[in-house]
């Protein structure tokens, strides 16, 4: 029998994550305060995030850096994740590639947010934080939060894009269900919120609004912080498990990635399973070639410009330098919520600049005809997003079809799609239209 | 730090179902012709089922059944399953026993129904035959069976019980998804489904409903067979990997179950996850305890009766030995769906008339108030059917906590309730009531 998945006991659950802003040829540039356009340090942030987190998001000395183990505790609750050889998809492409996927829908939320929200429960916890604020989306990012708060012994409150809290109403149930606030953003709860529903009364909502209005309320409310599930240094550093565990299980499988692939929004799923791998075409010892994927109706990447720019839409955050579409960019209204963001982290940004890495856009109805097409070969149904990466999958295996290479193609399947079911039915009843920009 | 899952490699599948029937002191009573009242063999039932499956419901020779190798290649989608110390569940409730679930949640569809759904779909494409019909509660079956189908060939059509598909529209979408055509019941469709909605135009639908309709459908069909998820033998049968992984994986662990508790519909996961562990039972090597759980709402197996029963309310199917509230037995539409069964499958009943196992009933509410425990304690929302097998898990552990016994608890988590949030809202809402009968 041809062996499927790659399998990690628990034990080798990884001990460090790998900090690539310490192997960077060049090294991401400083955040810098809007006010001064002075450079910012570390305690700069802390009044923002863990403590912890900002010293880790302006940490280029460290290459890596110790899991504390109350979270490997907490990982053990769904780690490590299969590698799987998708040969059902590879039948139904034809193609001699070898396609794998990393499996982080496998866990008890269903995306790989998990993983940075128990490192960033854990260290609010440890600093005396009672309560933390968050944005979400599609609700990935907001569930994985409420979970770790829940586990972790903090009070959680969310801010949900309000097209996403309508789509997507499960997702506000799960949050709930472990006890968070759940509120749809644009909001009346802050003075970001209102002034933006009183422009915009019919205003959809954004990640970049929905993080104003949560960093809002935390900077507004003692003895709280504010926490991202994406974009930032710190996010994609805990990430890196993901990497981590499929380099061991290539080992397992006899092979090494030629492409590595993951979809993106902010660069947390992309960093997550990409910079492990990256780190040995720093010294030239492999040569593996990364893409991100993204909807053409959100291309920072492929049609962004590199410059300093705010995270949120009302310009509460440091400037970032990142890809960027402008920070009051308003997406059209595709499912795959979590990608709807108008920046880039500054690690991709850099890495992307630097020529380490590719982008490639992706219209939405492309991408729901890849999702059903590894639905019906592999039987696991991809979230929106993450169905992107399938489609850069599919693009890539087709051109080895032509060739006849037999390329190892590796991806990062982020999450399911059975909450997304919304999305599916949109798809399948024929009225799913592309929405470029 | 102490370990959370107990993880076996693909290797390790089980090569044999065990069947239960070669070693029951009191053999399951036949099956009888509801016309002649004669006993059934299994060539009777051939223009029903795989002849593979009508093989093995009534085979009470052969303890162990071989696995074919392309139904093992399909298992390795997904299996082996974890098992999980329930370490937070256990803190919760301040128990000293030791508390583990089989974790059948993490697979491509999140219940444990595709273990027989991709049985029963190859053997049926062995054969020849090119479509299948079903009935699902919930959605968990009908999911799975689309699934398989799709992998072996098949086109499948489902009916799905009116209310579950009203309550639970995402399983209806990931059915479709896999290209299953799917009926909600009683619909226009059928004969029966005809005659019902005639006499009771607000019928809710029930599983003997969908039962009748799937197999009128089967049997008016060309080479169309139909295929059941629970109750029957054959389908108990190849959920036992199930507890033969389980039992492996407690070896892992250096335990060995006190008590063993499922949910209970028709038999399928109570059977999967008990029987392996029964067998040592048979001897007098072990003296477990097997608890099956079923709603209050639908209590056949603590206030049914031991008779021959037919299995569908229209009174198609061979008459069947076994606990049962009527065929004609209307239950209350709880949110467990797949519960929602007049009757117990036959090996479950004689194993209950001859004291091998025990049955506890339990109310809605407190069902859902396990739930909501379980899952902020160990971070997976348990579908509203599993949620039944935490209570009695709960019940046992609390008893522990008064004795201070320090007992080994051994569940089966058949599924996560991802899709069944609706349940979730009208649990939160405050709006839930105990539906008894």
């Known amino acids: 029998?041809?062996?499927?998945?790659?399998?990690?006991?628990?034990?080798?659950?990884?001990?460090?994550?790998?900090?690539?802003?310490?192997?960077?040829?060049?090294?991401?540039?400083?955040?810098?305060?809007?006010?001064?356009?002075?450079?910012?340090?570390?305690?700069?942030?802390?009044?923002?995030?863990?403590?912890?987190?900002?010293?880790?998001?302006?940490?280029?000395?460290?290459?890596?850096?110790n899991i504390p183990e109350p979270i490997r505790e907490k990982y053990a609750y769904y780690r490590c994740t299969p590698l799987v050889r998708a040969y059902g998809l590879e039948e139904a492409l034809d193609t001699p590639?070898?396609?794998?996927?990393?499996?982080?829908?496998?866990?008890?939320?269903?995306?790989?947010?998990?993983?940075?929200?128990?490192?960033?429960?854990?260290?609010?916890?440890?600093?005396?934080?009672?309560?933390?604020?968050?944005?979400?989306?599609?609700?990935?990012w907001g569930a994985a939060l409420s979970y770790a708060a829940k586990l972790f012994g903090l009070e959680a409150a969310v801010y949900q894009v309000k097209i996403s809290y309508e789509q997507k109403p499960y997702?506000?149930?799960?949050?709930?269900?472990?006890?968070?606030?759940?509120?749809?953003?644009?909001?009346?709860?802050?003075?970001?919120?209102r002034r933006i529903l009183t422009d915009f009364p019919n205003h959809q909502g954004s990640l970049g609004t929905a993080i104003s209005e949560a960093l809002e309320l935390a900077m507004s409310t003692p003895n709280c912080k504010y926490s991202l599930g994406s974009v930032l240094n710190h996010v994609c550093l805990h990430q890196t498990v993901i990497g981590l565990e499929a380099e061991k299980q290539m080992a397992m499988a006899g092979e090494y990635p030629d492409e590595v692939i993951a979809c993106f929004g902010g660069g947390s799923n992309f960093c997550g399973i990409a910079l492990p791998f990256l780190?040995?075409?720093?010294?030239?010892?492999?040569?593996?070639?990364?893409?991100?994927?993204?909807?053409?109706?959100?291309?920072?990447?492929?049609?962004?410009?590199?410059?300093?720019?705010?995270?949120?839409?009302?310009?509460?955050?440091?400037?970032?330098?990142?890809?960027?579409?402008?920070?009051?960019?308003?997406?059209?209204?595709?499912?795959?919520?979590?990608?709807?963001?108008?920046?880039?982290?500054?690690?991709?940004?850099?890495?992307?600049?630097?020529?380490?890495?590719?982008?490639?856009?992706?219209?939405?109805?492309?991408?729901f005809k890849a999702a059903e097409l590894f639905a019906k070969s592999e039987g696991i149904v991809p979230a929106p997003e993450s169905s992107h990466a399938i489609y850069g999958v599919i693009q890539r295996a087709?051109?080895?079809?032509?060739?006849?290479?037999?390329?190892?193609?590796l991806f990062n399947l982020s999450g399911h799609g059975l909450i997304d079911m919304t999305a599916y039915d949109d798809y399948m009843s024929g009225n799913m239209v592309n929405t470029t920009l």
């Open 1 to 65: 029998m041809k062996q499927k998945r790659f399998i990690l006991q628990e034990s080798e659950i990884p001990t460090q994550w790998y900090n690539v802003q310490a192997e960077m040829p060049n090294k991401v540039l400083p955040f810098k305060n809007p006010g001064t356009g002075e450079k910012m340090g570390p305690e700069d942030l802390y009044p923002i995030f863990a403590k912890e987190c900002c010293n880790q998001e302006l940490n280029q000395k460290d290459t890596w850096i």
């Open 97 to 140: 590639a070898h396609i794998y996927f990393k499996n982080e829908s496998v866990n008890p939320l269903g995306s790989h947010k998990i993983n940075s929200a128990l490192a960033q429960a854990y260290y609010l916890k440890q600093e005396g934080i009672t309560n933390v604020t968050t944005e979400t989306g599609a609700g990935q």
């Open 171 to 193: 997702r506000r149930s799960v949050m709930q269900l472990f006890g968070a606030q759940v509120t749809p953003s644009p909001s009346m709860s802050t003075k970001f919120g």
């Open 279 to 367: 780190r040995h075409n720093f010294n030239g010892s492999r040569h593996t070639r990364f893409t991100a994927v993204e909807p053409t109706a959100c291309p920072k990447l492929t049609k962004g410009k590199f410059d300093y720019d705010f995270g949120d839409e009302g310009c509460m955050t440091p400037l970032i330098p990142m890809y960027t579409l402008g920070h009051d960019f308003r997406p059209s209204n595709i499912h795959a919520g979590g990608l709807r963001y108008h920046g880039a982290g500054a690690i991709v940004s850099q890495l992307l600049k630097d020529g380490f890495i590719e982008a490639m856009d992706a219209e939405q109805l492309e991408v």
């Open 398 to 409: 087709l051109e080895c079809k032509k060739t006849g290479e037999k390329k190892v193609i």
